[in-house]
């Protein structure tokens, strides 16, 4: 379950960048949105590190459990 959690950290950043990127375009096109507009996107920023904090998690866990340190591994990937 960890490694499930750990793959999907690149998804909830996409969908983190989608969202700030939306309320962006609302902005820009009608100015009294602003105000909640950031505010929603502080919200999505705030689960985007929750995401974040449960992978580091899930790091700890598989290092825990096999010795592996997922970092290296990503590294000898894509060098």
Not at 20 to 25: D, M, T
Not at 29 to 35: E, F, G, L, N, R
């Amino acid at each position: 379950m960890a490694k499930e959690v750990w793959k999907r950290d690149a998804e909830v950043d996409e969908l983190y960048n989608k969202v700030f990127n939306e309320f962006l375009e609302f902005m820009n096109k009608d100015p009294q949105t602003i105000t909640r507009s950031v505010y929603l996107i502080n919200i999505a920023k705030d689960l985007e590190r929750i995401a974040d904090y449960a992978t580091n998690f899930c790091e700890q866990v598989l290092y825990m459990v096999n010795g592996d340190r997922i970092q290296k591994k990503l590294k000898k990937l894509n060098s």
